[in-house]
C-alpha cells in the first residue's frame, strides 16, 4: 500500500477548508493524485443516498456556470445513445449517454433557450 495523499476536511466558524500531506514529502501533489482522489469522491458520492440534488433546477434560480465549456457529442455505432461530454475546469470531462428520448428532450429544450436568446435585443 502506497499513501498518495492525506486530506483533512476543516470546518471552523461556517468555513470549509482543507488540509493535506503529499504522500511523498519531498515533492508537490501531483495533478494526477488530484485527478484520481475527485473520481474517488465522486463515485463515493454517486452510491450515496440521497442524491445529491433532490429536485430539478427551477427557472430563474442563480446558478454558477462555466462559461463556454469546451464540448463534444457523438454517438456509438453499436449503441442506441448520444454521448454528450462538457469540459469542466475543475472536474474535467463529465461524460454522458442519452437515450433516443432525452436526447430529443434535450434538443427541444436547448433549441427553445437558443430561440430565447435570439430574441433578445442586442444578442447574436
Not at 455505432?77 to 433516443?100: E, K, M, Q, R
Amino acid at each position: 500500500m502506497t499513501t498518495l495523499l492525506t486530506v483533512s476536511l476543516i470546518e471552523e466558524n461556517g468555513q470549509i477548508s482543507i488540509n493535506y500531506e503529499n504522500g511523498d514529502p519531498t515533492s508537490l501533489v501531483k495533478p494526477e493524485t488530484i485527478e484520481q482522489l475527485i473520481e474517488v469522491l465522486a463515485q463515493m458520492r454517486a452510491s450515496m443516498a440521497p442524491a445529491r440534488v433532490p429536485v430539478e433546477p427551477q427557472a430563474g434560480q442563480p446558478m454558477q456556470a462555466v462559461p463556454d465549456p469546451r464540448w463534444y457529442v457523438g454517438n456509438a455505432l453499436n449503441t442506441p445513445h448520444a454521448f454528450v461530454s462538457l469540459h469542466h475546469p475543475g472536474f474535467g470531462w463529465t461524460p454522458y449517454a442519452l437515450p433516443l428520448v432525452s436526447a430529443k428532450a434535450f434538443h427541444e429544450q436547448l433549441a427553445h433557450a437558443i430561440a430565447a436568446i435570439e430574441e433578445q435585443p442586442g444578442e447574436e
